[in-house]
């Protein structure tokens, strides 16, 4: 099994606040990175450029930002694990390589590096067929540079889609692509023994901001289900 990196625990002196690459100026980033336990990489659903929401103006779009995921699994770790977001909105599986690579240089010392690609991939419009095999494709890259650095890759599926935000035919065509996708990510994870965070049940109409985008507690519950993923592989290589 992996994980052969230091157990870094954060000290007394150093607050649990979760780290974005847009800190790279504080005085503190560079003893914070060195801390660094868990590393969220993704598209928006994990964050909003690197820069910390309430940064953000408005977005041009009319759309409200919220918190994404990483917020509140850091609030749910405590002091047990340091957490990075490393989210760029609009990115696609094939930019994940780089971002993943990137990751691991910056914040060497992280146990677990947890993916969120596919939500946009999916919108493109391309068959689905094709585009499944894309991102498993480039999941298998980002995978295998992990495991390379004896880390430990998480992955999470891609979320229904707020049924609010469009019509019928629309719906049901995207949540019959979503399905389809993610069971394939689901035999892909069992495949290689990838630890998988089910988020796709669990988010509701009520849980969106937009027609794909978590409110606050829409990404309380991602944050959640990745965290007890997490205890899971805690629990079968440290018990």
């Known amino acids: 099994m992996i994980i052969q990196g230091e157990y870094i625990t954060m000290t007394d002196q150093l607050e649990p606040r979760i780290l974005y690459l847009s800190d790279s100026d504080n005085p503190d980033f560079d ?17 909003w450029n690197n820069i910390r929401f309430e940064m953000l103006g408005p977005s041009g779009v009319g759309q409200e930002i919220y918190p994404t995921y990483p917020e509140f699994l850091q ?5 047990r694990f340091f957490v990075v977001d490393c989210g760029i909105a609009g990115a696609i599986s094939r930019e994940g390589l780089v971002y993943v690579k990137n ?7 992280a146990r677990y590096f947890v993916l ?13 067929e094709s585009v499944s095999n894309n991102i498993l ?12 650095n004896s880390k430990q890759p998480v992955l999470f599926n891609v979320s229904q889609l707020n049924s609010t935000a469009f019509n019928e035919r629309v719906v049901e065509d995207g949540r ?3 399905k389809y996708y ?33 409110n ?22 440290f018990n």
């Not at 969120?116 to 068959?127: I, R």
């Not at 494709?137 to 390379?148: A, E, P």
């Not at 606050?216 to 290589?237: F, P």
């Open 31 to 47: 003893e914070r990175r060195k801390l660094i336990n868990i590393a969220c990489v993704g598209d928006s659903i994990t964050g």
């Open 75 to 79: 609030e749910l770790a405590k002091k």
């Open 103 to 109: 990751a691991l240089q910056k914040f060497p010392n």
């Open 116 to 128: 969120g690609f596919g939500t946009n991939d999916l919108a493109e419009g391309y068959p689905i």
């Open 137 to 148: 494709n480039n999941y298998s890259i980002m995978i295998d540079n992990v495991l390379k």
């Open 176 to 178: 019959k692509k979503i």
């Open 182 to 214: 993610n069971q394939r990510l689901e035999e892909y994870c069992k495949s290689r023994n990838i630890p998988l965070a089910d988020i796709y049940p669990v988010l509701k109409d009520e849980h969106f901001a937009d027609a794909i985008h978590p």
């Open 216 to 237: 606050e507690e829409g990404a309380r519950l991602i944050a959640q289900e990745v965290y007890k993923t997490i205890n899971l592989v805690e629990d079968r290589v």
